[in-house]
DNA sequence: AGACATTACATGCACCTGCATTCAATGCAC
DNA sequence: GTGCATTGAATGCAGGTGCATGTAATGTCT
């Protein structure tokens, strides 16, 4: 009886997810990076706030930070950071809330709406060839 | 029509499975450190190094690092960190492979054996409670 | 044997992450 | 309004990761 592969508890499904976690994740890092100078997590967040954009209906413009951490799976003080770089990149701005000035609105710069549109086409490409 | 949640493409399959490595194993980063002192890496290794023991029939009882990184999807850099961590803590040992004086094989101390049969139940605990 | 490529692992380095803390702005009770 | 807890975000710090590189041992070709 093989002990390896396919079986059905929890820990093998576990151990696949974790495969695919990291053939994926890691195949979108070296495109991403290589082609777009993005990582993962850069792109993911560009793509939340192209996304919010995009939907008229209720679609927003602007993001707190703590709002996308939820979203991207990352810490505060990651996203924080990372928002840090995206704007050193120009590629978003940071914009004061009226409403409650401790928080601080995400905004895309044009040319973060332009990097985002270039990536995206490779982002899926890289899905469609691992998950299709 | 609903823009968010079950969708049918890869990027709903992709953003799923980022969701579920995110929540599980920081579920079980937390569980395995507090509990047992063990990051989810650090268990993963032991766990490999557990069952290659316990399989009679061809099992293997030392492992080369190489082998182990490609197992745990770690870089080898890293996972030479990570058995270093482990050694420090007395849970593996380094040891000269004899055939090929470059290698080195990893071999599960009495202690890691210890704590590692003492962390798999919360492991498979913690798995349970997600993926069951 | 001698020169060069390859392999296995370790390490310097830059960078990213989370935790704990800090700072400012709010909210709330009285 | 004053005092105190809470919230949103930034930052010091410790630690983990990958890439490029270093070192030693093997393999190969002549």
Redesign the interface.
Known sequence: MA?HKTGNN??D??RE??????T?SCALDRELGERHGLGVSEF?VLDHLAEGLS?DAGGKEKFRVQELADEV?LSQSALSRLIARLEREGLVTRAMCEADRRGVFVLLTDEGRKRHAEAAPTH?AV??AH??
Do not use: N
């Open positions: 002990r929890v820990i499904k576990w997810l974790l495969r695919r976690h990291a994926v993911e939907t799976h899926l899905l469609t998950l299709g």
